[in-house]
């Protein structure tokens, strides 16, 4: 069995989120594997950017998932364990990475993309994250507003 690192990130526009449709039409958070001794953290930031022209700034860490599948190319069970991180999008502007396999993707509300997410892991991970995100940003508008 293969066992890859990888990371990704759960990347928020105010009250939005971003998903993808890979090539299996499922929709799906961008990540990928953690190569050339790239810390988690800077594979999410440049992942989330090549697979969806994003520009994303972590704000704290999301939390960990697993899971397995069976690569075709490769003829053997492949495990990925995904950190992921939220991010925060400088603007809403993106581009979906046709040649990676994306068909689809955008920003989408909280409640809608959870419908639309494929994966009950990634569904829970959004929901999580986003009122982690939130109390984020009321504790810096508090915080800003007695500076």
Partial sequence: M??????????????KVFILK???????????????????????????EFETGV???????AGETSYEFFSLSR?????????WYI??????KFKVNKEEGFSDGGFFSVEKAI???SHNQDKS?????????????EDFDTNRAYA
Avoid: H
């Avoid at 003829?75 to 950190?83: D, F, I, K, L, R």
């Fill in 87 to 92: 991010m925060e999008a400088e603007d809403d």
């Fill in 55 to 61: 520009k994303a700034n972590i704000v704290s860490t």
């Fill in 2 to 15: 293969i066992v890859r690192n990888c990371a990704g990130g759960v990347v928020f526009r105010e009250d």
């Fill in 75 to 83: 003829e053997q069970p492949v495990y990925n364990m995904v950190t």
């Fill in 125 to 137: 991970l959004v929901n999580l994250s986003y009122k982690k995100y939130i109390d984020l940003k």
């Fill in 22 to 48: 890979n090539d299996k039409e499922q929709w799906v958070l961008p990540k990928g594997k953690i190569r050339n001794g790239l810390l988690p953290t800077e594979t999410a930031v440049s992942r989330v």
């Fill in 115 to 117: 419908e639309m997410i």
